[in-house]
């Protein structure tokens, strides 16, 4: 079982970035899906959650209008799409994934960091 994501990196106040989870070792489409983060000092939150499917999608307050939670299930992958960044969505993200039988799996995160 793996998750990688990808994506992350050095981002200006205002800009986009698209991060995507592959994954591999599992039945990808039987995973609901969630991207989380991790700020430095802070507990790790949601951000984002899709449905096996991809027909069902939750967003943190925080990120609603701004990020986009997807999935390509012929691919193995979930994306989020982050658009309008600001200096507070500086984080690690991490993908995971809830089976249907309840057992989660985590990537090993990826680095976003929006400064100017």
């Known amino acids: 079982v793996q998750l990688v994501e990808s994506g992350g990196g050095l981002v200006q106040p205002g800009g986009s970035l698209r991060l995507s989870c592959a994954a591999s070792g599992f039945t990808f489409s039987r995973c609901a899906m969630s991207w989380y983060r991790q700020a430095p000092g802070k507990e790790r939150e949601l951000v984002a959650a899709i449905s096996s499917a991809g027909g069902r999608t939750n967003y943190a307050d925080s990120v609603k209008g701004r990020f986009t939670i997807s999935r390509d299930n012929a691919k193995n992958t979930v994306y989020l799409q982050m658009n309008s960044l600001k200096p507070e969505d500086t984080a690690v993200y991490y993908c995971?994934?809830?089976?249907?039988?309840?057992?989660?799996?985590w990537g090993q995160g990826t680095q976003v960091t929006v400064s100017s």
């Open positions: 995971k994934c809830i089976s249907p039988r309840g057992s989660e799996y």
